[in-house]
C-alpha cells in the first residue's frame, strides 16, 4: 500500500497562518504570543468581544442538560427565552423566528418563505426577486444568486440568473459608469418602476436588500430618502421586503438593528454574525406576523438538521443579556462616530484615500488611485491584500482590518472594513486610526 498523505485544512493561508490560542476583549493572541487587535472582529461579527466566560458557560450549562432535539420534534426553554427576550427588539409586529446556522442559510429560508408566502397566498405568479448590485447575501447557490458581487458569482454564472439586480444605494460612486450606483431614493423608485413595467403588475416577490451595504461596499450608507422610499414602493407594489441585517444587526451600526435608522419595517429579517457574536454558528429568519401566520397555516416544509440549535439560543440569549447590560448598541454608536472621526484625523492627508464612512462601527475606507477623479487601482495591483498585510505584520502588536474589492467597475477597487468589538477603549481606538493610516501609508510608499 502506497503511504498516505496526512490531512490538512484547506484555507487560503495554509500553513502560513497563525495559530490563534485566546482571545479577550478586542484582542486575538497567536501560539507564539503575538497579539492583534481585532479591529474587524473577525468578519464583522464579534461585538461583545472576546473572552466572554459568561457566554461559555451559558453553552456548556445547556449542553450539560441537552444538546439536541430535533426542531421538528421539540421546542426548548433555551429557544423560548431567546424569542422572548428577542422578540421586543425586533423592528416588526408579532415576528415568528426561524433560527438557523448562519447568514447563508437564513437567506436561503427567506427565500423559501417568500415564495411559499405567495403560494398560500395564491398569487403563484409572484416569482421575481429583487436584489442589488454591489450587495453580499451569502455564498450557497441561492443566496449567492441574490448577491450582486460579480467576481463572487462569476465561476458559477452557468447556475445563477434567477433573480433580478437593481442598483446599489452607493453615493460616492453614483452614476459613474461600471459602478451600477445610484445616490437618490427617487433613482432607486425610477429603476423599481421600470422593471416592474419590465416583467409586469403582480410578478415581483420581494425585494431583499442590506440597510447599509457591509462588505460589498464598505459600509455604504444610503441617502436618507433612499429607505422611506423603497419602503412605500415595496408596500404600494404588495412587494415584501426582506431586510439582510447578518451584518448590521445586533447593533453594528449604534443601532439595534440597521432599519431602524430610517424607521422603516421590513416583512422579513435575516440576522446572523452578532446574534451571537461568533460564539456559535447560528443566524435566524424574523418573518412579521402577516407573512408567517399564513406560511405557518400553508404548513411550510422546510428544515436543516442544526435548525433550531438548543445551544445556539443559550448562546444567543447570553450575548444578548451582555450586548443589554452593558449598554453595548449604545457604546457602538458613540466609539463609532469617536472612531471615524479619528480615522478622519489621520487619513486627511493620505491620497489614496477617497472617503471614510459607515455608521456606528461598520466603518469602511475607500481606497482610489486618484482623489479627483476616484479611479481605482488596478485590480491587479492587490492594494487591499498588501494593507492587510502590513497592517497583521505591523511592529509590537498587530492589527486586523477586513476588506472588500471590485466595488468600482466590478473588477476595480479596494477598500478596508474596520468593525472592531463594541467594548474598544480610547487606546485601542487610536491604534486602530494610527495602524491603518500607517498600513496605507507603507504601501503608498512601497
Ligand atoms: C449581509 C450579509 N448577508 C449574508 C451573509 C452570509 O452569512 P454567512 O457567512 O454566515 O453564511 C453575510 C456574510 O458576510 C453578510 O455580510
Known sequence: MTEKAGASIFSRGGAALPRAVSGDGAWITDATGRRYL??????????????????????????GRIAYAHGSAFTADALEAW??????????QHPSLYPVSGGSEAAETALKMVRAYWLAQGEPDRTVVVSRWGSYHGNTLGALDLSGRRGLRKPYEPWLGRFEHVSAAYPYRAGLPGADAIGSGAEAVAELDALLARVGPGRIAAFVAEPIVGATLAAAVPPDDYWPAVSAWCAHNKVLFVADEVMTGFGRTGTWFGVNHWNVTPDL???????????????????????????????????????????????????LTILRDERLVEAAATRGAQLRAALVEALADEPWVGEVRGRGLLIGIELVADRSSKAPHPRSARVTERILTAAKGQEGDGLLLYSATAQANGTDGDQLVIGPPFVIGDAELDRIARGTAAAICAVREG
Do not use: C, N
Open 83 to 92: 424569542v422572548a427576550e428577542l422578540g421586543p427588539l425586533l423592528p416588526m
Open 38 to 63: 481585532d479591529a474587524a472582529g473577525g468578519a464583522i461579527v464579534v461585538g461583545i468581544g472576546h473572552g466572554r466566560g459568561a457566554v461559555a458557560a451559558a453553552a456548556a450549562e445547556q449542553m
Open 269 to 319: 429579517l435575516i440576522a446572523a454574525k452578532g446574534a451571537t457574536s461568533g460564539y456559535w454558528p447560528f443566524g435566524f429568519v424574523a418573518a412579521a406576523q402577516h407573512v408567517a401566520d399564513p406560511l405557518i397555516a400553508s404548513g411550510f416544509v422546510h428544515g436543516f438538521t442544526y435548525s433550531h440549535s438548543i445551544p445556539g439560543a443559550a448562546v444567543a440569549r447570553a450575548v
